[in-house]
Each structure stands twice: as C-alpha cells, then as structure tokens.
C-alpha cells in the first residue's frame, strides 16, 4: 500500500478499520493527523454528515482519538462475529453508547406542498461522526448474510477488510493487490522458465 488512501465504498466499519494499513515503510494510520484523515471524510460524503478533523480546520472538530478508539473496538467486535465468536462486551457497550451520544431524530418541515421529514442528529461533531460509524456497524452485525462475505485481503501483506459481493473476490483492490499478485506469478513463470 503506498501513501495514497486505501480504496474506499466498502460498508462504513470496513472503511473504518481500513484507515490503518501495511504500507512499504510499515503501518500507515490515516487517523494520526487532521491532514491524513479528510480525504478519508470527504470520500465518505453523501455517507456522513459534515464534519472536520483536526484543530487546523475551520467548522465543527472531530477528536480523533475518539474516533481511534472506535476504530479499535469496530475492528475487535467485526473479527470476532465474523469468526462466529461472542465480542468483548465493553466493545459492545461502546458502541451502544456511542449511538445514545447523538440521538437520531427526524425534523418536521413544511416544503410549501407537504409536511417533509429530515433525519438529525444531535450533538458534538464527534459524537455524530461516532454514532454514524456505530450505527453502520450494528447494521452490518446484525446482517449475517454481509457478515459472512466479509474477508480480508489475500494480497500479501495487505490488512485491508472488504464485502465480497462475488465469491470469489479474493482482493481489496484487483488494480491494488491483484495486480501485484499477478505480476509476482507472471514473475515466478518466467524466472523458472529461464533456469
């Protein structure tokens, strides 16, 4: 993985654990700076609310050691069902009360024709970020079907999580990882060819 951000569009919580990755220098964290996280947030647009990372931005600020911690315990709660196993409790209630500390409730308007309803959170910046991220993650645990097709790269040394939607995806990334494994068979072929 190079400096670039991972691919992203997987569900919310994949996209999530995604920000930390194997890169050529070891592990990259997107979640270690503001600047490193907001190309993360703004491919994530139409999927969360507006938000902005860091103390150098302007508008609401999102606490990214917050957001860390949820990484982790979304990262620990989706491996262990994946592998049919009971996830830490403490997990499970951070994510619980990462939903209650921004309440989801839906605004009435008038449009000039009909009543129309808009879907609100209220709350910190963060604690909206929060409980989008833990709102997608309960949808995505509690869906055996997507769960199951959850699979982490074959790619060597890539970490990355993704939805299989074809069973037989086997990379993050076919232009990422499946270009690499390819091009090491290609690799292989030909140098046993030469010997």
Known sequence: MSKRM?????????????????????????????????????????RLSRATPGPDSTGPRVDLDAVRALRSRIEKVVACARDGEEPPAQALRALTRAQLAAPLHRRLDWDGGAVTATRVRTGSATDVLLAELADATVDLLIDPAALARVRCC??????????????????????LCGNRVRVGRYYQRHKEDTE
Request: hydrophobic content about 35%; aromatic content about 6%.
């Open 6 to 46: 991972p691919p992203v569009g997987e569900p919310l919580p994949l996209d999530l654990v995604n920000t930390r990755a194997n890169g050529p220098g070891g592990e990259i964290d997107l979640l270690d700076s503001a600047e490193r996280f907001r190309p993360w947030l703004e491919a994530q647009e139409g």
């Open 154 to 175: 074959e790619g060597p040394g890539c970490r990355l999580l993704f939805l299989a939607v074809n069973p037989r995806r086997r990379w993050c990334s076919p232009a």
